[in-house]
């Protein structure tokens, strides 16, 4: 191993990194938003609603998408502004809501999807 491989240096400092995180927070925000709408509105459309699943299937599903909700809360404070903290102290913030962010949205959106697929629906019309 070379000595440049074994000292971790950062990228760049830490004022651009915000800027970067900031900017694909932003990235993300629209995704954790668009991602569920195409997933869900042709259910809705076609009259489906969570009272449809069975009440352990809606109690799964509210999980996964209160998942998804934080998640997106989280990569909203990521994507916003450093007003009110100091810039090393907003860089650690933003790094952890985008990290933890992106992964409860994904994760979330997967999760209330996958109990959608596997539950039997009973639409009405």
């Known amino acids: 191993m070379t000595d440049r491989a074994q000292t971790l240096e950062p990228v760049d400092s830490i004022e651009s990194e ?8 932003t990235i993300w925000v629209a995704a954790g938003v668009v991602a569920p709408i195409l997933g869900l509105a042709p259910l809705v459309s076609a009259g489906w609603s969570p009272a449809a699943l069975q009440p ?12 998804a909700g934080i998640g997106l809360a989280l990569l909203i404070w990521a994507a916003c502004p450093v007003l009110g903290f100091p810039l090393e102290e907003a860089y650690k913030q933003k790094v952890f ?4 962010g992106i992964a409860m949205n994904v994760a979330g959106i997967a999760f209330a999807g996958l109990v959608i697929l596997v539950t039997p629906l009973a639409l009405t019309r």
């Open 18 to 25: 915000t800027r970067r995180i900031m900017s694909s927070s």
């Open 56 to 67: 352990f299937a809606a109690l799964l599903w509210w999980l996964g998408a209160a998942s």
């Open 97 to 100: 809501c985008c990290r933890v």
